[in-house]
């Protein structure tokens, strides 16, 4: 869905809005206890567009950027996505010229060696990458997701395109799967991992119900580094993309939201970090168009 920013957090705009401020209050304040040399040691005191200079992507600082800005991530996340589910298929292929379904076809390739049966798709939204997923032939495709209008969508996707015997889309969050230890041979997760309201928890629970020896690959937005391909899809990310997401959205907040949350979300080797963290035995990195996208391998 869409591009990312270029020079990550160093992009953020000053604040515009009451939710603004109370965004990068909360990023300041995750950012000081993330940084032991940090001047400011009080986000009031601190301002917030010197706060996002000193933003460092992290978990924490993942952690701290919500939709909203009005309470806990995971609901707003649930929120955001209910309220945009009816436009979401149609602004992903708009927003990313159709680009986004061939990474999804590249991050399904990752599997193929292994020849799943039981296929996993954590944060399924409207089912795109859990359909990919049936080029491998599996025995049984589940999703979940905690958006009930995503997940509807999704059923009425399957239902238009008689796959709804083939792919099982269920509510289930990430941080509680509703799944025995080792059920699957693969667990997949696009775009889903950045909106976890806690990161370590939803990767440590698709650790757990993937069989030993299983995969998990993660598709996930990350930051181009190369001029000019990081200048360009820093403007496009931060500036266009809001305001054709506003256009055709019926949430104003959530393209902003979008790129405020590829900002400081831990990319490459940081996330390989976190994968491993939560008990990923190999890890591997693959960036996809000049890095605007990363799909990440990680086996148990
Ligand atoms: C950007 S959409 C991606 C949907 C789909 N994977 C795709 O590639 O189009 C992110 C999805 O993650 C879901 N999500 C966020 N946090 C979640 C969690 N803790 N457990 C399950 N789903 C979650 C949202 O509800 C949303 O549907």
Redesign the pocket.
Known sequence: ?GFGPSVGASFARPPSSPVKLAQKARLSRAFNQGLPMSKATDSSTSPSTEASKQAAPSREASASVTPYGEGAK?AE??RM?DNI?GN??FL?RFLSLGI?TLW?RKAVCQLAALQPKRIL?????????AIAALALEPKEVVG????RE?LAKGREKLRRRRLDDRIRLED????HLPFADGHFDAVL????VR???DLQA?LKEMRRVLRPAGRMVI?EFSRPHAFPVKQLFGFYFRTILPSLGRLVSRDARAYDYLHESVAVFPEGQAFEAELKQAGFQRTTCIRLSFGISSIYIADA
């Open positions: 869905m995971k996340v649930a996505f589910a979401y298929d992903n986004d999804r798709d954590v944060a399924t939204g409207t089912g795109d990458l979940v997701d905690i958006s995503m289930g969050d990430s941080e997760c696009a775009y889903g909106n976890f309201g939803g598709l």
